[in-house]
C-alpha cells in the first residue's frame, strides 16, 4: 500500500511560479514512475509530466520549458516546479505512483488546487 500526499498549492498571479511536493509512504519499488497529472472541471485528467525512478521525464507539450519534475528516491519525494505560469495551468493536480512491472499498482494522491487567475 502506497499513500501519496501533495502540497504546495494555491492562488498564484500568471506569470509566477510554485512549487508542488509529493510525500509517499509506503514500500517504494526500484522501479517506478512518479507523475503529476491535473483536472480542470469539466475536463479529463491530463498527464503533466512523469519521472522514472532512474531519472528519465516526460511533459505534457504545453509546460516543456516551463515546468521540471524531479524525485528524491531516499525521501521518496516528487516535485514539481512550475514558473511563468498561466491561466490554462490551472486545475487540481494529482500525484500518482505506478509500477510499470509486475506486480503492477497504481495509486493517487487526493490532489491540490492551483490557480492562475485570467
Known amino acids: 500500500q502506497v499513500q501519496l500526499v501533495e502540497s504546495g498549492g494555491g492562488l498564484v498571479q500568471p506569470g509566477g511560479s510554485l512549487t508542488l511536493s509529493c510525500a509517499a509512504s509506503?514500500?517504494?519499488?526500484?522501479?517506478?514512475?512518479m507523475g503529476w497529472y491535473r483536472q480542470d472541471p469539466g475536463k479529463e485528467r491530463e498527464l503533466v509530466a512523469t519521472?522514472?525512478?532512474?531519472?528519465?521525464?516526460t511533459y505534457l507539450d504545453s509546460v516543456k520549458g516551463r515546468f521540471t519534475i524531479s524525485r528524491d528516491n531516499a525521501k521518496k519525494m516528487v516535485f514539481l516546479q512550475m514558473n511563468s505560469l498561466k491561466p490554462e495551468d490551472t486545475g487540481v493536480y494529482y500525484c500518482?505512483?505506478?509500477?510499470?512491472?509486475?506486480?503492477?499498482?497504481?495509486?493517487w494522491g487526493q490532489g491540490t488546487q492551483v490557480t492562475v487567475p485570467s
Open positions: 519521472i522514472t525512478s532512474g531519472g528519465l521525464t
Open positions: 500518482n505512483y505506478r509500477t510499470p512491472l509486475l506486480p503492477k499498482y497504481d495509486y
Open positions: 509506503g514500500t517504494i519499488s526500484s522501479i517506478s514512475i
